[in-house]
């Protein structure tokens, strides 16, 4: 549990410190620097020679959608919209988890549309603005639910992965996951040139933010996580999975000053609190789902 709750914690300022220093920072960019971050971090403990080829690659390819491609939607959402609705709409994950774990059973029960309906109402209630919807804003929207989807994506695959590990430790293993995240992210910014250029528009702030961004952030906390996740039942792994989401909102509003329509904002929890629990209804899976072997 205390590892689940340091990491959650983590994430909850993580969101108004990319809003508030890293703008007109390419996402590419902080995706390449916080994944190359958390790798150093790892590369100490690694032990590439003790992993068979075909589960080295299958660790690498998880890694290249569950953090690579995950920051690149993530992040690419901050310009869309405000911090605490990024945060907002990461709740939806276990969601994802499910789908992909029941679209390997070949079928999605009807709840889980019904469920998709409610979130779009939520999404909706929070991005109506002068009697309009803001395209910027949905696809912000659309961008956090790719990220949501790929950081889903990995887990469901890791479940089946970890347990290959055999005699080799988490920490051992786990820098094949920030080197496919790295190699995901890197052509990415190659293609969309000017990363030197933006390298050098840096500030020695914004340098501060990407170093913990990247160590603690993504590199510690993913595996504090993990860890964590090992050492309580599913039920409580369930709801500390979206743990962040409360005290992102929180910590958005206040600390980083960030405004909102309470109502609106208090509807708009509701409708998306309303989605889980119709995804929720009739089983358990999505508990199981997002247990950790």
Avoid: D
């Avoid at 009807?110 to 209630?125: H, P």
Wanted: hydrophobic letters at 55%; charged letters at 10%; proline letters at 6%.
């Amino acid at each position: 549990m205390p590892y689940l709750i340091l990491a959650s914690l983590v994430w909850a300022f993580s969101f108004g410190l990319i809003k508030l220093y890293l703008p007109g920072v390419p996402p590419a960019l902080v995706t390449v620097v916080r994944l190359a971050l958390a790798l150093l971090v790892f590369l100490p403990f690694w032990r590439p020679a003790r992993l068979p080829g075909r589960l080295a690659a299958g660790l690498t390819l998880t890694g290249a959608v569950q953090y690579g491609l995950m920051y690149l939607c993530y992040l690419a959402a901050f310009p869309r919209l405000p911090a605490h609705a990024v945060a907002l709409f990461t709740i939806f994950t276990p969601l994802w988890v499910m789908v992909f774990e029941r679209l390997g059973h070949g079928r999605l029960p009807g709840r889980f549309w019904a469920a998709a309906g409610l979130a779009v109402a939520g999404a909706a209630v929070l991005l109506f603005r002068g009697g309009a919807w803001s395209q910027q804003a949905w696809a912000g929207f659309l961008l956090v639910q790719g990220s949501n989807a790929c950081f889903a994506w990995g887990q469901v695959r890791y479940r089946t992965l970890a347990p290959r590990l055999g005699g080799v430790r988490e920490e051992q293993a786990y820098a094949w996951l920030y080197l496919g995240g790295l190699l995901a992210a890197l052509p990415v910014l190659l293609l969309a040139g000017g990363a030197g250029q933006a390298l050098a528009k840096i500030t020695l702030p914004q340098a501060a933010i990407l170093l913990y961004l990247g160590v603690l952030a993504s590199g510690v906390c993913f595996f504090w996580w993990n860890r964590g996740a090992r050492r309580v039942n599913a039920g409580t792994l369930a709801a500390m999975n979206n743990l962040k989401i409360p005290l992102a909102v929180v910590v958005a509003l206040t600390v980083f000053g960030e405004t909102a329509q309470p109502g609106r904002l208090t509807l708009s929890c509701l409708l998306l609190a309303a989605a889980l629990l119709v995804a929720r209804h009739g089983g358990n899976q999505m508990v199981l789902s997002v247990k950790s072997p």
